[in-house]
């Protein structure tokens, strides 16, 4: 079993920043992959960023040139820097672990709230 527990979210006025951080517990071989997905009231939850065990990255359109994955090999905490934000950014972000290769089952966080306020 693998327990990501967020911390990090916050309110911030549009254009400003926001460090989210990632722990989890548990098999390495179950959190190789990791991402982040948020969910906006009303609205599915969607992915926003993923590493993965090769430190390759992919983000959505949304954030691109925004948002930066990264992964602490020391800690394996993994965080979410997200820069120039947007009213339409607030939502519940989640941390997500998965498998090699981004397979199998994905084990969430309990979500930590971004709130960005024009």
């Known amino acids: 079993q693998v327990h990501p527990v967020e911390s990090g979210g916050g309110s911030v006025q549009s254009g400003g920043s926001l460090r989210l951080s990632c722990a989890a517990s548990?098999?390495?071989?179950?959190?190789?992959?990791m991402s982040w997905f948020r969910e906006a009231p009303g609205k599915d939850r969607q992915a926003v960023a993923t590493?993965?065990?090769?430190?390759?990255?992919q983000y959505a359109d949304s954030v691109k040139g925004r948002f930066i994955i990264s992964q602490d090999k020391a800690t394996d905490i993994v965080y979410l820097q997200m820069n120039s934000l947007k009213p339409e950014d607030t939502a519940m972000y989640y941390c997500?672990?998965?498998?090699?290769?981004?397979?199998?089952?994905?084990?969430w966080g309990q979500g930590t709230q971004v709130t960005v306020s024009s």
């Open positions: 997500a672990a998965r498998g090699r290769q981004c397979r199998g089952a994905i084990s």
């Open positions: 548990g098999p390495t071989y179950l959190r190789s992959c």
């Open positions: 590493i993965d065990s090769d430190e390759s990255t």
